[in-house]
């Protein structure tokens, strides 16, 4: 079910960049919860692993559309600059944001998309996964994406644990919809996890 | 990397603000919600009610900014947060606050301008209307933090110097910044210090709301507590009423800058990094701060004798602790997301072998390390 050719993704390589900064980018439209997802992640890795973590934010004034993008950096010493520099990670949810922030990824950087929604894509070393449609048709909720992509994501990177992630959904998730994103998380995982195969 | 510390918690700047605020004892919010500074707005009608503390959206900033006033005066630590349309509209009873001695805090999240400009973009541009923002002659005192923990910190700091020295204490912060995650474990109570408002102890008939003190700094005593004084923005004299006399309109303007002047070492907080050898300097402050540091990071590795400095007040400007450090340094860059605001401060006190060279960014987005570090070989050489 994920489209995808195989990133030759060195995990060890992967985490420990040049200045011992690790920086995601989660990309798309205003509305997809991509901020959110930001936040959760971020929960996750600085209060769950207990990692040096800075969170930071674009978004237009507009509620819904948009550009909207939520970086991620971490490291083990301290943060200067916020925002990211070179992304070791980034996860596009539309084709306008893979062809904005495609060139900001380091040349080994792994690439995520929403293969649905992105179909020109610049790379033959990407992961591909049709996150609202899994959202959508195996959850029941589109609005769930995010936290199928955040599952993935932890799946193919290893930058946060699991337990923590889960922990941090499941935390900011709102009453009577924890069934449904813990579910969304380990299909995220799931379908990570089959593509890595 | 950070033990796991069940204690530290991911927090944004702007609720850093808030939570820094509640610290220090504000009982009493007046403000106007506006991107990107709502959630200190949304943070303390939350937490206000649960402490005993008021909570109250008022119909605009002018308001916002007469109802901390009169909250002050009633014997409240009082605050506002805005951002730079708000803050605009703020400037009038600012002054008020200024000339009535009445000490609050006002925090100004930053984004692009002028006028409505940029709601979700970062800038600098309010930097000196914080100093000059209302008319006539006083001296302000304006803080800037880089950190959700620095947001923290120096939002504690603003109500001590509000206290202190009985005047409104303005937070600058920047969009980024406001926004920004970052993890920090909040202080427990008494871990750090909070300042209490100095109240009068002679007999009623002997109080005078604006005495000129050894200190310059007037205790104050609140409304309704059973002393008669005047407040108003009349230039006034010592008891409040208003005065048209040279030496007492003189004795009333130096008071307002001298009780902040003559403790300005005080006041003064800076930050620096690497400037130890350096011969050339990045002055900036607030989120470009911490770009500064990379590219001086990035500079270093590359051996090229480079600091940076950050001022952490901003007014009173750091005149005597800059020249200072600038003694040895040949090349100053400051780096700012305006059209050119601290680099005329900077040129006003650097030595007569520094040249000023200013870095400008004024598209609504943070200026990258590379820009710093591009500036900083470019003038090496």
Redesign the interface.
């Known amino acids: 079910m994920a489209a995808s050719s195989k990133p030759k993704q060195n995990k060890k390589n992967n985490k420990k960049s040049q200045d011992d900064r690790y920086e995601i980018r989660l990309s798309g439209s205003g509305g997809q919860g991509l901020i959110l997802a930001g936040v959760i992640l971020a929960e996750a890795i600085g209060v769950g692993d207990g990692k040096n973590v800075v969170q930071t934010q674009s978004y237009g004034p507009e509620a819904r559309g948009g550009a909207s993008r939520a970086d991620l950096v971490i490291s083990d010493g301290e943060i200067y600059y916020p925002k990211s520099m070179k992304l070791d990670l980034l996860l596009a949810l539309t084709q306008e944001a893979c062809d904005t922030y495609y060139p900001d990824m380091k040349e080994r950087g792994l690439l995520v998309v929403d293969s649905n929604m992105v179909t020109q894509i610049p790379t033959k070393n990407y992961y591909g996964f049709p996150f609202s449609r899994l959202a959508r048709e195996e959850i029941g909720h589109v609005m769930v994406a995010n936290v199928i992509a955040m599952g993935a994501i932890a799946e193919l990177t290893g930058i946060v644990s699991m337990a923590s992630i889960k922990e941090a959904v499941l935390s900011r998730a709102p009453k009577g919809t924890e069934e449904k994103n813990s579910r969304a998380l380990e299909l995220g995982a799931k379908v990570a996890r089959a593509a890595k195969k | 990397?950070?033990?796991?510390?069940s204690k530290?918690?991911?927090l944004q700047g702007n609720e850093a603000c808030m939570l820094g605020a509640l610290y220090a004892g504000v009982e009493f919010f007046g403000g106007y919600p506006i991107?990107p500074s709502t959630e200190i707005a949304e943070g303390m009608a939350r937490e206000m009610p649960k402490r005993g503390g008021k909570f109250i959206q008022m119909e605009d900033e002018i308001a916002s900014m007469a109802a901390i006033i009169g909250a002050s005066n009633a014997g409240c630590k009082s605050m506002t947060a805005t951002s730079g349309p708000g803050f605009s509209l703020m400037q009038e009873n600012l002054g008020y606050a200024y000339m009535t001695e009445t000490p609050c805090v006002v925090i100004n999240v930053q984004r692009g301008g002028p006028s409505t400009g940029l709601?979700?973009k970062i800038g600098q541009g309010d930097t000196m209307q914080a100093r000059w923002g209302t008319h006539g002659d006083y001296t302000s005192i304006t803080v800037a933090p880089s950190s959700v923990e620095g947001c923290f910190y120096e939002t504690v700091r603003a109500f001590n110097l509000a206290e202190r020295f009985r005047t409104p204490i303005i937070v600058l912060l920047d969009e980024?910044l406001g926004?920004?995650?970052?993890?920090m474990v909040i202080p427990e109570e008494g871990e750090i210090e909070v300042m209490k408002r100095h109240r009068p102890d002679v007999p009623s008939e002997w109080y005078r709301h604006f005495e000129i003190t050894p200190s310059l700094v007037s205790p104050m005593a609140s409304f309704g507590q059973g002393y008669r004084y005047n407040v108003s923005g009349l230039t006034h004299d010592q008891d409040g009423f208003p005065t048209a006399k040279p030496k007492e309109i003189l004795d009333k303007l130096n008071k307002l800058r001298n009780k902040i002047v003559r403790y300005s070492d005080e006041i003064v907080k800076l930050r620096t990094e690497k400037m130890e050898d350096a011969h050339i300097a990045v002055f900036s402050y607030g989120?470009v701060a911490?770009?500064a540091?990379?590219a001086v990071?990035m500079a270093r590795e590359r051996r090229i004798k480079v600091g940076a400095i950050q001022p952490l007040t901003i007014w009173p400007f750091p005149d005597e602790q800059l020249r200072d450090m600038l003694k040895n340094v040949r090349k100053v860059i400051v780096a700012e997301l305006n059209m050119g605001q601290l680099v005329h401060e900077i040129r006003r006190i650097a030595p007569r072998h520094t040249e000023v060279i200013p870095l400008q960014r004024y598209d609504g987005n943070?200026m990258?390390?590379?820009e710093i570090f591009d500036k900083i070989r470019e003038v090496v050489k």
């Open positions: 990397m950070n033990s796991k510390n530290a918690r991911l991107t709601p979700t980024v926004h920004m995650r970052e993890m989120t911490r770009t540091f990379q990071k943070v990258t390390p590379s």
